[in-house]
């Protein structure tokens, strides 16, 4: 079968609202380590990682042995209506890790899920369906989560069961705090919240939910102790803050093990997925004890936590720490963070490269303007394909270049990734300028 003939297939089955990367499309038939093989041989390193998911690479002996040896027990599935020994483990495991006091945790399958049951949480314990959420944020697919996301192209439909106000993000690049000098950004931040408290609330507010780089949005970051300055705030009206590590979660940024870590502050909650699970379907939400004991009811997820990924997630969190990936993440990061923005970073094409860690970003722009140049980001996305490395699109505006590499990247690979990322904006925006 060829890849055109399982094309026809997907289009004649699956909804045209899932989109496929590239102008021509590749199956994924094999991988190992942190290079995967197309279904025509074709080798790519990749720097996208399944939307940084596969967070230790691929075939990872220590992940595959413990999958095995629980499928070898013939128990694939209880329900929680059981004890499942592995999910106990990984819970003690992230609870310790969490920072949070007292932590109690619930596992889901996806973020969308975690994001979903965090919002469950917060809105019983405040009894409140007043949400506070940031501009060009992403909290996932369903009704509520889509609800807290303010990126309209991600935005399926306007019905949404929270009532939602909407804070300015404090990006350095675009929006009307970019206007103010860095040093200002913040407590304009603050004003902002308190008037949006003052004039769109009833006071009663549930929670904040926000990612400490939002991921879909571009990887946007605010200035780092945002998050602390909001919470003073939220602080005086017992408002609940949900810090979305989806993204951001596990060591990825380098400086710290969560995202949140880089503002000064504890959440009320956050929320994990992707990287725990390399690829098994693994998510959810951590809080304080007197927090996400709040559901009134019972509730349960009948696939959340089960035997096999929970497996894997403890297979991968220990690996994880025993290789210190999170430092691994601050060197191969600096690699290309810093070898991107002596080598391109004057372009006239290149807004920005921003990122920490393994998570990085470029944003590409029409030369000498600030208007975002998608048609660009794409001829740059392609031409990694064609050069041999994977990577990822984002952004408001869909100009932005994402790299999110799995966090074993070695120093070489770095440097591999680095010469042809530097190729593939320099060819195409010498391209576009003689255009």
């Known amino acids: 079968m060829t890849t055109d003939d399982l094309l026809a297939r997907h289009r004649a089955v699956l909804p045209s609202w899932m989109p496929l990367y590239y102008s021509e499309p590749i199956e994924l038939v094999s991988g190992a380590g942190r290079r995967v093989t197309d279904a025509q041989g074709r080798s790519y390193l990749d720097f996208f990682g399944g939307v940084l998911t596969n967070m230790v690479g691929y075939d990872i002996p220590e992940i595959r042995e413990a999958v095995e040896r629980q499928l070898a027990t013939g128990i ?54 007043q949400i506070l959420a940031v501009r060009n944020s992403y909290h996932g697919r369903s009704y509520a989560a889509m609800g807290v996301t303010g990126n309209r192209s991600w935005t399926a439909s306007a019905l949404n069961p929270l009532q ?23 407590d304009a931040a603050v004003e902002d919240l308190r008037e949006v408290l003052a004039t769109q609330t009833a006071g009663d507010v549930a929670c904040l939910i926000a990612e400490p780089i939002q991921g879909v949005g571009g ?75 709040s ?45 991107l923005r002596t080598a391109v970073g004057g372009l006239g094409c290149v807004a920005e490269v921003r990122g920490k860690g393994l998570m990085l970003g470029v944003e590409f722009v029409r030369p000498a303007t600030m208007e975002p140049d998608p048609v660009l980001a794409t001829r740059v996305f392609e031409a990694c394909r064609a050069g041999g490395l994977l990577a990822g699109k984002g952004g408001l505006h869909g100009n932005v270049l994402r790299m999110g590499p799995p966090l074993t990247l070695t120093e ?17 925006a010498s391209a576009e300028v003689a255009a």
């Open 219 to 293: 990887f946007v970051a605010p200035p780092d102790g945002l998050f602390a300055a909001w919470k003073k705030v939220l602080d005086e009206h017992g408002i609940l803050l949900i810090s979305d590590e989806v993204q951001t979660g596990w060591g990825r940024t380098g400086e710290h093990f969560w995202g949140y870590e880089a503002h000064g502050v504890t959440p009320d909650l956050l929320t994990f997925a992707k990287g725990v699970g390399n690829g098994f379907a693994l998510a959810g939400v951590v809080g304080r004890a007197d927090v996400l004991e």
């Open 164 to 186: 939602v106000a909407w804070l300015h993000s404090g990006e350095r690049l675009r929006g009307l705090l970019s206007r103010l000098p860095e040093s200002d950004r913040i």
């Open 412 to 428: 070489e690979e770095a440097r591999e990734g680095l010469a042809i990322l530097v190729d593939a904006i320099r060819s195409c």
């Open 76 to 129: 694939v599935h209880t329900s929680t209506l059981y004890l499942i020994r592995q999910q106990v483990e990984l819970a003690e495991k992230i609870a310790r890790l969490s920072g949070i006091p007292d932590a109690r945790v619930f596992f889901t399958n996806s973020g969308t899920e975690a994001n979903e049951a965090a919002l469950l949480v917060a809105t019983n314990h405040r009894r409140s369906h």
């Open 295 to 339: 559901v009134p009811a019972i509730s349960f997820s009948t696939f959340g936590g089960n035997p096999v990924s929970t497996a894997a997630g403890n297979a991968v969190l220990d690996y994880l720490l025993n290789h210190d990936l999170q430092a691994n993440a601050a060197r191969t990061g600096a690699i290309l963070a810093d070898g």
